[in-house]
């Protein structure tokens, strides 16, 4: 449609036709850097990707009785992606970027949580706490669970949060300890904390599991 415009030789309309000229050219570089992105950038990636999770996996198809989606509406489907794409590149560039940081700053606050420490959350199963900084060792328990004669049965540590002693909270089978009751120091017990060394109170622990079940 923009082509159309025609530059008469002695213009008596030389705004409208430059503006013209303008518009066409904007136009034409924003398709440009659409069609750019989309090839050099994540868009065709994106395409693909959603096509595939269209196309479903033909054993996950086979399973789920799903009738398989014909290859030629997908190529439709994903030609329209692409075209819609390009179009709204700005759109689709910026959501990337953010997703992109998003990523970036959870992996950031997941380094800086190992960094800063471990918890009974972070560990599976048992082993054992070495501390960085004055090299005492324990064994110790954070979750396992199992099977006895009478039933289920659970073994769950904590930390005394006053003397920074390690207790296993047993529950199910013979015992009936409901993990109520306070530290023998009369500290309270705890889950959701850093760990400390129960020797000189540092926070840097480290946790190595030797069997999870
Ligand atoms: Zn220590
Ligand atoms: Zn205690």
Request: glycine share 10%; aromatic share 10%.
């Amino acid at each position: 449609m923009l082509v159309s415009y025609r530059c008469a030789p002695t213009a008596q309309l030389p705004k409208f036709c430059e503006s013209g000229v303008v518009i066409a050219f904007t136009v034409g570089a924003y398709l440009f850097a659409g069609v750019a992105t989309f090839f050099l950038g994540p868009g065709r990636r994106y395409v693909s990707e959603r096509v595939q999770t269209a196309r479903g996996h033909p054993v996950a198809n086979a399973i789920t009785g799903r009738e398989p989606v014909s290859e030629r509406r997908l190529t439709a489907f994903g030609l329209t992606l692409s075209l819609v794409l390009i179009l709204i590149w700005p759109i689709f560039l910026i959501s990337k970027f953010q997703d992109r940081k998003r990523e970036r700053r959870e992996l950031a606050n997941w380094e800086e949580r190992v960094r800063s420490g471990i918890e009974f959350t972070m560990m599976g199963g048992a082993g054992s706490v070495q501390c960085q900084d004055c090299s005492y060792e324990e064994e110790i328990v954070s979750f396992t669970h199992g099977y006895s004669d009478t039933g289920p049965t659970s073994e769950t540590g904590v930390q005394c949060l006053a003397c920074g002693k390690f207790t296993t909270i047993s529950e199910g089978g013979d015992n009936d300890d409901d993990g109520t009751a306070p530290c023998e120091c009369g500290g309270t017990l705890s889950r959701d904390h850093e760990l400390f060394c129960p020797k000189c109170r540092s926070k840097n622990l480290k946790y190595r599991m030797s069997y999870i079940t």
